[in-house]
């Protein structure tokens, strides 16, 4: 109770906690099983600044425009490439779109859930975006080399893995995030065999 009332090192004293509050976190932290065992009755406390928070959280509440897009300037979303060794951007792209914005010739990027994955033949493959799309990109340039249109939202991490010498690409499309639809699909991808 001691420590409760005068904290210690990193630990604050908690001096708003009632005798009784600090009775019964004693006897749970000591394991006291007669207090335990006792009705706890929480002191009532005054109306008082002390026990008034100043602040309170509402949840996490995106800054939007009243149509519903993000309230900034875009990009609203990119894919970076960054050098571990210096900490530098070595390129930045806009990823994702919004279908009405594409069309118009805007490329806007979109929020985006899910990271990507890297081969070993310099090759970045990331869904991610609300547009229900997989992309490739070349990871020292990050030219846009591929996409293709998925079932639902790929809110994941793709994974790539290989069986007998074919080497394979897969991504789990779950989509309903951010308003989009719902999907229960695993999409699979692989070059074709040579003939």
């Known amino acids: ?3 409760v009332s005068s904290g210690r090192r990193m630990m604050p ?3 708003q906690l009632d005798e009784t509050e600090k009775e019964a976190l004693a006897s749970f932290i000591l394991d006291i099983k ?6 706890f009755i929480a002191p009532a406390k005054p109306d008082d600044a002390w026990n008034k928070m100043p602040y309170s959280a509402t949840g996490y509440n995106k800054f939007l425009t009243k149509e519903g897009y993000p309230a900034v300037t875009p990009p609203w ?3 970076n490439a960054v050098d571990l060794n210096t900490g530098q951007i070595v ?3 806009t990823l994702g779109d919004y279908p009405e914005f ?14 990507p994955a890297v081969t070993a033949g310099g090759l970045v493959f990331i869904a991610a975006t609300r547009d229900s799309k997989m992309r490739a990109f070349n990871k020292t340039t990050g030219q846009l080399l591929w996409e293709t249109d998925l079932p639902a939202c790929g809110f994941a991490t793709p994974s790539v893995y290989e069986v ?16 989009q639809h719902t999907g229960d699909a695993y999409v699979a991808f692989a070059l074709p065999d040579n003939k």
Do not use: P, R
């Open 1 to 3: 109770m001691q420590l």
């Open 13 to 15: 004293a908690f001096s």
């Open 34 to 39: 007669a207090k335990q065992n006792e009705k």
């Open 77 to 79: 979303g990119t894919l």
């Open 91 to 93: 390129w930045k792209d």
């Open 102 to 115: 594409k069309a118009k010739g805007i490329h806007t990027g979109t929020e985006n859930y899910g990271g």
């Open 164 to 179: 007998n010498g074919k080497q394979f690409l897969v991504i789990a499309c779950g989509g309903g995030k951010l308003k």
